[in-house]
């Protein structure tokens, strides 16, 4: 029986654990996804030993939470929704935060179980809080020291923390410390030091033998027997092949290592372009990753100077398959300080010509090799699509020749080189690029309804230096750019780089991506953009608004559950000439620019069709003057009112824009009004509240009332909404008085224009003296 099973049989302990899990708003995750959280956090083998360490774990946790959601399928429609909408709780909750509590919460459910089924087993998982494993940090310690094979020792440090590694210990509920029980371990970098460690250790001893088998060759070459001379080479050959043994299986044994560091390394730079999109994204693995590569490359470099050692014993029947072996080696060392070149700070995904940009890449094994000594130089070019395929396809990074790269270039970038730089205290060797400039860009030819907001380039950094006596030549690709030359070719530049952030491959040729994925994958694409521009997530109201949007409002029957990339932003919404990103990118801008107070406070509705925000509205029972925010379905980048007249039916003022909030802030439009009195609520755990306690906070303060000199009387902005007995204007369309002195002509506001030649026989004009 579950944990969970186990605590929903005992109401009061159901309860408890219900509230517990409320308070964040988790209990329906707890609910839908018990047997998986109990497996995937209480079979934990390592206890995090530290708070890097505990926020990786926490990191991890959430990206296998997001995969586990989205690949969840649901038996109902409401099921499915509250599948998104879980994703966008997790989403908009800090990955530490989110963890924590539910890690403390398995905990107390494991002390209440025990409490009210005696005959239940002790907790026989590595359950230590964060202060437990603060202090199992050195009471378990290992053989092996990893600050030595870095050779950074620090004093004073323990060999465990050292390693970034603790022996997970289990605490049962009478207190005892004891051996956790071994289940299926679950793979984290600091294992992967730990795993390494050892296998350099295992290594290590081969040095005895090679020494002995030293010995051995010149007892024999200066053996005065011949028969002592043929005892010592039958010993020479048997000890030479056990060496060589044992050496083949330290080199099996680096080969998988290696790979968990370059997938690793894959999924760091799956998150940096996830962060692209605007996702939580810890920086700080890229620390342990590169302490990962520096082992590595220490062992390879000792196995590869034991493997020449012996060479100094050459024997007749087993030179090509010892060469063959060594070369192996070779490679091996090759591919890893190769692959440990990456860009640490990408480019502006977007990037518009003739202006400056910053970017940065790191060489992860720079002080291991003694690189940072005679530190390289480092080019950059700017590549096309075709042009990075090309190059991709091409093999190694030791065919690149420096010759060659800048007559791939696909534009002319200023700036461009830069020396790479060893900071001892951090042990990072990177080169900065502060102020490149894109100069020209040459295009490919488009065919069909292709643009140039749709074209993908990268830069291509490159590098040459000396490595163990052979030149190695590296170089790594940025995310895709698109290259603009206006600021209205923004938007579409962004869904494409959007959508390619956010469901490309983590290993794929450049830069092929899916033209369809799930509504649950989009949802999340999303929310993670609005959120991040914006500072509050996305509802799941708000969220099912939009599904039906991408779904052109098509809501009988069966919905397509795939989303394709002509829907997100080519096909233009029906009776309307703007495609549904171009919609939803002018909003996330307004937002961005001019409400993010509000919406952050969780003021404004913003996604919700005029249907159900009339019917929301008129079962209110604050009846009239009710009124909520949302965002125009009609005009790009607009926001309306919907308010309850004084008949009881539903009023929509036309939309505002950018253009309006620059004369008067959409809060003092809202002072404006008298006949808004209560904002519906935005969420249905939330009240109705008085428009002033709503928006007061927001409210711009007048200026202080002087006397002016001039003999001039000064006058104010007010929104007025005409009532059905104002003549000259058509119901709910928002005016803007203007500011004395008037002007023929000029455009009000919402774009209405009107002569202001006679204000007084102008009904409803109010004048207001400051």
């Not at 289990?170 to 992967?192: C, F, I, Q, R, S």
């Not at 040459?464 to 750019?481: A, E, F, G």
Request: net charge negative; hydrophobic share 40%.
């Amino acid at each position: 029986m579950s944990l969970w099973k186990r605590i929903s049989s005992h109401a009061d302990c159901e309860q408890r654990m219900t509230a517990y899990y409320n308070k964040k708003g988790l209990f329906d995750l707890r609910l839908c996804l018990a047997p998986w959280i109990e497996e995937r956090i209480m079979s934990e083998q390592i206890t995090p030993n530290s708070a890097s360490q505990l926020e990786r774990v926490a990191f991890k946790f959430i990206e296998d939470l997001k995969q586990k959601l989205l690949s969840t399928r649901a038996s109902d429609q409401i099921l499915k929704y509250r599948l998104v909408e879980l994703c966008a709780l997790i989403q908009r909750t800090p990955a530490l935060e989110l963890y924590t509590h539910l890690r403390s919460g398995l905990q107390r459910e494991l002390q209440l179980a025990t409490a009210v089924v005696p005959s239940m087993p002790l907790n026989t998982y590595n359950m230590n809080n964060a202060a437990d494993a603060a202090a199992a940090v050195g009471m378990n310690g290992i053989c092996v020291d990893a600050s030595e094979l870095l050779g950074v020792a620090g004093p004073g440090s323990s060999p465990v923390a050292a390693a970034g590694m603790s022996v997970g210990i289990m605490h049962n509920m009478a207190g005892n410390a004891t051996p956790a029980v071994m289940v299926t371990p679950k793979v984290e970098l600091y294992d992967v030091h730990h795993q390494i460690v050892q296998r350099y250790n295992e290594l290590s001893t081969c040095s005895e033998s090679l020494k002995s088998l030293g010995q051995t060759y010149h007892y024999m070459l200066s053996a005065q027997n011949p028969a002592d001379a043929e005892q010592l080479f039958k010993r020479l050959v048997e000890d030479r092949t056990s060496l060589v043994a044992r050496l083949r299986r330290s080199f099996m044994c680096y080969e998988p290592l290696h790979e968990l560091v370059i997938t690793e390394l894959k999924n760091w730079r799956r998150q940096q372009a996830l962060a692209g999109n605007g996702a939580q994204f810890s920086e700080n693995m890229l620390d342990d990753i590169q302490r990962c590569f520096e082992m590595l490359e220490t062992f390879v470099t000792h196995l590869l100077s034991v493997l020449k050692e012996t060479l100094v014993v050459p024997l007749m029947n087993d030179d090509l398959d010892f060469n063959y072996f060594l070369d192996q080696v070779q490679v091996a060392q090759k591919n890893l300080v190769c692959s440990a070149f990456i860009v640490d700070k990408q480019p502006p995904q977007v990037m518009k010509t003739n202006t400056r940009f910053a970017a940065s890449v790191r060489w992860l094994l720079g002080s291991q090799l003694g690189i940072h000594l005679n530190p390289p130089t480092v080019d950059c070019i700017i590549m096309s699509e075709l042009q990075a395929q090309r190059f991709v396809a091409r093999g190694t990074h030791m065919d690149v020749t420096n010759s060659s790269l800048p007559g791939q270039s696909s534009g002319e970038i200023q700036n461009c080189s830069s020396n790479m730089e060893y900071q001892q205290n951090n042990r990072v060797f990177s080169a900065s690029f502060r102020n490149m400039q894109l100069k020209k860009i040459k295009r490919a030819e488009k065919k069909g309804t292709e643009s140039v907001m749709d074209e993908k380039f990268a830069l291509l950094f490159y590098a040459t230096t000396t490595v163990n006596d052979y030149q190695i030549r590296v170089w790594t690709l940025s995310l895709p750019v698109v290259v603009i030359v206006h600021g209205n070719q923004e938007p579409q530049s962004w869904a494409t780089i959007t959508w390619d952030n956010a469901f490309a491959e983590i290993v794929r040729d450049p830069f092929v991506v899916t033209d369809r994925v799930t509504w649950g994958q989009i949802s999340v694409a999303l929310n993670t953009k609005f959120g991040s521009a914006t500072q509050r997530a996305l509802t799941a109201e708000n969220l099912e608004f939009l599904f039906e949007k991408l779904q052109r409002d098509n809501i009988a029957g069966e919905r397509n559950e795939y989303i394709t990339w002509n829907q997100f932003c080519k096909e233009q919404l029906p009776e309307r000439m703007f495609t549904f990103w171009e919609w939803f990118f002018a909003i996330m801008k307004l937002t961005k620019d001019h409400l993010p107070a509000m919406w952050k406070a969780g003021r404004i509705t913003g996604f919700i069709n005029k249907a159900k925000a009339q019917d929301d509205l008129l079962r209110a029972n604050t009846g009239i003057g009710t009124f909520l925010l949302r965002f125009s379905d009609s005009e790009l980048g607009g926001i309306t009112i919907a308010y309850v007249n004084e008949y009881g039916s539903v009023t929509m003022l036309s939309p505002w824009t950018a253009r309006d909030f620059q004369i008067r802030t959409l809060p003092d439009r809202i002072r404006d009004l008298d006949m808004l009195r209560c904002l519906h609520p935005t969420d249905i755990n939330v009240q109705p509240m008085d428009r002033h306690l709503a928006f007061g906070e927001f409210y711009t303060q007048p200026p202080e009332k002087t006397s002016r000199g001039d003999g001039y009387v000064p006058s104010t902005i007010r929104v007025q909404v005409p009532t059905s007995g104002d003549t000259g204007s058509m119901s709910g369309t928002p005016h803007h008085p203007m500011q004395s002195p008037p002007q023929d002509g000029l455009s009000m506001g919402n774009g209405s224009d009107f002569q202001m030649a006679d204000f007084d026989t102008m009904p409803n004009f109010d004048e207001y003296k400051l």
